[in-house]
């Protein structure tokens, strides 16, 4: 089981030291995770979590002004990145294309890419689940290896869920994953989207899931415990 946080936009320097303080008492035998923003990664020290990012250039170094390779996110010992967040392509506008390159400069130095997929309300309302997934999957992987597939971890978040406090049905969600396997079968597949330690219990039902990616909940390290402790029960 994977356990990811996404910590997106948030904590200083200073808050930072303290949250790791937090972490350090989180002992699991899951897979944990860290991706904190960009600068607080020369700040992370933990041993129980690995190191993860939450954008990666699409570019190699060289002069790209403001944006960050994969060569020097893997100089920081970074070993996973997440990919195609929502927030992402709202808001930077990031296309399907770029989030292809972007795979695979991290396959090219051995980082583990988490692509991040799902649909907005209005996509689920009117039927277009798997159309949208499909289009993000299949051209998300177009470049990749079988063994690469294989890697990818894939992060089905529903747009509509993310930081509402909104969950689908456990019926919905085993659907979808099911769909997605149909496309990469062997792919881990997390769940992502107002998880917490309150609807824990009713998703760990699904057996399809891998693992789960955390935003809010990630910033919220005695809620965090309790979601790994009911998770591991
Ligand atoms: P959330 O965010 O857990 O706050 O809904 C998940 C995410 O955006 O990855």
């Known amino acids: 089981m994977i356990i990811a946080l996404n910590n997106k936009s948030n904590l200083t320097k200073q808050d930072f030291e303290k949250y790791q303080e937090e972490l350090k008492k989180i002992n699991s035998e899951m897979q944990l995770i860290l991706c904190p923003n960009l600068l607080n990664i020369g700040e992370f020290h933990l041993e129980n979590f690995k190191l993860g990012a939450q954008n990666v250039s699409e570019t190699t170094d060289g002069a790209y002004t403001g944006e960050v390779s994969a060569n020097q996110l893997k100089s920081y010992e970074v070993e996973y ?25 991290l396959f090219e130095n051995e980082i583990t890419p988490i692509l991040c997929i799902g649909e907005t309300l209005e996509e689920k309302e009117s039927g277009k689940v798997e159309e949208i997934l ?16 294989d890697k990818l971890i894939v992060a089905y ?9 909104i969950i689908p049905s456990n019926e919905d969600i085993k659907k979808t994953l099911k769909f997605i396997k149909t496309i990469l079968p062997n792919s881990k597949i997390l769940y992502g989207g107002s998880a917490n330690e309150n609807n824990i219990d009713t998703l760990k039902e699904i057996e399809l899931i891998d693992g789960y990616l955390l935003g809010g909940l990630s910033l919220k390290p005695n809620d965090l415990e309790k979601f790994v402790n009911k998770l591991e029960k």
Request: hydrophobic share 30%; with cysteine; glycine share 6%.
């Open 81 to 105: 990145c997440i990919v195609g967040h929502s927030e992402r392509r709202m808001y930077q506008k990031e296309t399907l294309e770029t989030i292809s390159k972007k795979i695979n400069k």
């Open 134 to 149: 499909l289009t993000e999957l299949t051209t998300a992987i177009v470049n990749l290896t079988e063994a690469e597939k």
């Open 157 to 165: 978040e529903p747009i509509w869920s993310i930081g509402t406090g």
